[in-house]
Nanobody, 127 residues
Framework: QVQLVESGGGLVQAGGSLRLSCAAS????????MAWFRQAPGKERDFVAG????????VYADSVKGRFSISRDAAKNTVYLQMNSLKPEDTAVYSC????????????????????WGQGTQVTVSS
């Protein structure tokens, strides 16, 4: 059974940092571009960051550029999201995964309704 399990979320004050992890099991995603999305209450799920299959290319939503950093560890089949200078508007459920087909140059358009995605981890930033 293929699973993606996110961890590392929690409650943090504005200006603080968190590091999210997304561990995959059941198959390797080392040949897939991977992404983090987030969904705030009452809002659509939005793209946050994407990383190419070899980890050489990364793209970010404008709202997180300069504050968030995505990385991956092929040996651990894991993707990370380092979040710094957190703001209350970053509060959301963060999930990771891949739609399996979006090219690296279009990761911002990855479809979170296709492919494999985790259940998410809650990030709450207090002001």
């Amino acid at each position: 059974q293929v699973q993606l399990v996110e961890s590392g979320g929690g409650l943090v004050q504005a200006g603080g940092s968190l590091r999210l992890s997304c561990a995959a099991s059941g198959r390797s995603f080392n040949n897939n571009n991977m992404a983090w999305f987030r969904q705030a209450p009452g809002k659509e799920r939005d793209f946050v960051a994407g990383i190419s299959w070899m980890g050489r290319n990364a793209v970010y939503a404008d709202s997180v550029k300069g504050r968030f950093s995505i990385s991956r560890d092929a040996a651990k089949n894991t993707v990370y999201l380092q979040m710094n200078s957190l703001k209350p508007e970053d509060t959301a459920v963060y999930s990771c995964g891949t739609d399996l087909y979006t090219a690296a140059q279009n990761m911002g358009n990855m479809n979170p309704k296709l492919g494999y995605w985790g259940q998410g981890t809650q990030v709450t930033v207090s002001s």
